[in-house]
């Protein structure tokens, strides 16, 4: 039987995404502090992609996934923060292997 201190290996299912947000303060483009805590309109968040389930197809871990905040579960893991989605909930995938860019560079 696991002790309280010790660690279990976590298997992710199916379509789901663990992710790492960086949810801190942000800048203007002119340099200002922006806090978290500031009411901006639905504003699209990125975030790493730290773990996924064996039917993700459409990234991989490393991997920057954009995705609303509004639909969003919180998970700690080991005494870290992360964030559970779906596949589904993902609106872009930013990665060097990404064939067919708009354009775009992050």
């Avoid at 992710?12 to 805590?37: C, F, H, Q, W, Y």
């Avoid at 996924?52 to 490393?62: F, K």
Wanted: hydrophobic share 40%; net charge negative.
């Amino acid at each position: 039987m696991p002790g309280p201190d010790d660690k279990l290996p976590i298997k992710m299912l199916n379509d789901r995404v663990l992710v790492d947000a960086d949810e801190g303060e942000r800048k203007s483009s002119g340099g200002i502090l922006i806090p978290a805590t500031a009411e901006m309109a639905k504003r699209l968040v990125w975030a790493t992609v730290v773990a996924q389930g064996q039917n993700v197809r459409s990234c991989e871990v490393g991997d920057k996934v954009l995705f609303s905040p509004d639909d969003r579960y919180e998970v700690e893991v080991q005494g870290n923060d992360y964030i559970m989605l779906r596949e589904r909930e993902l609106h872009a995938v930013a990665a060097a292997r990404v064939e067919g860019s708009t354009g775009l560079y992050l």
